[in-house]
């Protein structure tokens, strides 16, 4: 017998999600972070998924280099808003 005790269970990589619109493009960063790039391969922020009791949430980010930390655009409950918040933003 072991007297190891699991005090919290091992994070799981969540499924790239599905975009609707063909404009833009994720590539995994993270288990739970993508960069958004467009047709061009320009990268247009990051896209975060965040859990909430409600169900999953979409977090847009961009990078701010000079501090190196992210920067919350929004947060959304379907993915296109999220990436459409980062295209014209």
């Not at 993270?30 to 047709?39: N, P, S, Y």
């Not at 391969?41 to 930390?69: F, M, N, Q, S």
């Given at each position: 017998?072991?007297?190891?005790?699991?005090?919290?269970?091992?994070?799981?990589?969540?499924?790239?999600?599905?975009?609707s619109?063909?404009r833009?493009?994720?590539?995994?960063?993270?288990?739970?972070?993508?960069?958004?790039q467009?047709?061009?391969a320009?990268?247009?922020?990051?896209?975060?998924?965040?859990?909430?009791?409600?169900?999953?949430?979409?977090?847009?980010?961009?990078?701010?280099?000079?501090?190196?930390?992210?920067?919350?655009?929004?947060?959304?409950?379907?993915?296109?808003?999220?990436?459409?918040?980062?295209?014209?933003?």
């Amino acid at each position: 017998m072991s007297d190891i005790q699991i005090t919290s269970l091992p994070e799981v990589p969540f499924a790239t999600p599905r975009l609707s619109s063909s404009r833009e493009h994720l590539v995994r960063a993270a288990d739970h972070l993508w960069r958004v790039q467009d047709r061009t391969a320009k990268v247009l922020g990051h896209l975060r998924i965040v859990a909430d009791p409600l169900g999953l949430r979409y977090r847009a980010e961009r990078l701010h280099l000079a501090t190196g930390t992210f920067r919350i655009i929004g947060e959304f409950w379907r993915v296109d808003d999220a990436v459409a918040a980062l295209r014209y933003s």
